[in-house]
């Protein structure tokens, strides 16, 4: 705060924090806090609200955890976020790397381009496309059948159609905080650490790791909350047996018309990634003006 007013002076700099204020305020606070209010409540009938039923209640939190499907639903989700989140690290460290330390300026650039281009296209139409690459009689059975790996097509949609779909989708908020944070890094030290024998495996364990730690902490929860959130990809590219925790708080939205359970297991869903952050903030040792940067 005293770094804001110092750069831009007491009147644009108190005019900023006004704006920040009122923004978390009404975007933040009051969203959950009526949320909150929604979750500790009964779902009552208009004529009942005020009456003797409308008292606060855990019944809406405690529902969750007694219905053995949600349930394995909710902890299912846990688990296909963080197997999203792994397998889009494993994919976007290497590209990061190659961009900031092995490719020409021109290649980078090349790359970037080739990779922000599609995301240019609305979500729901780059799912679509998955839908269509997946499907039984799609393009990739039809490569496949040629190539004559497998003999039949072979029905994608499910866990692993859900899966392909949210590292597509969420693989530039791994990619960009990690190449950012290696570019930083100097590569004499690599040069170095390479010069007196040390491995790539031991060079990336020892040196870029460490340094684009930060980089790496920010991708993963960037990609672990968009996953746990995320709704189109598990609606079009799900099967019955793959549902997300997303669809069942739709579904109490608006097919069930019980926004209070919804707002309990949308309050469980936030508390979970809140979780996480802290998680891998501590695991990764970085603090949040880290992960700012």
Known sequence: MAELIRRFGPGLGGVILILVALWIVGMVLAPNLMMLNFSLKPNLFPSEIGGPKDQYTLLNYTALFSDPVHRAIFLKTVWGSALVTAITLAVTYPLAFWMAKVASVRGARAMLIALIIPFWINEVLRTLAWYILLAFNGPLNIFLQTLGIIDQPVRWFGDTGVLAGMVYAYILFMLFPIYNSISTLETAQIDAARDLGASTLRIHRRIVI?????????????????????????????????????????NWFFEGGNWNRGAAYALILLVLCMAVVLAALRLFRVNLADVAK
């Open 210 to 250: 460490p340094h684009a730690k930060a980089g790496i902490a920010t991708g993963c929860v960037f990609t672990f909350m968009l996953a746990a959130g995320s709704y189109v990809a598990p609606a079009l590219l799900g099967s019955p047996g793959s549902r997300w925790f997303t669809e069942i708080i739709y």
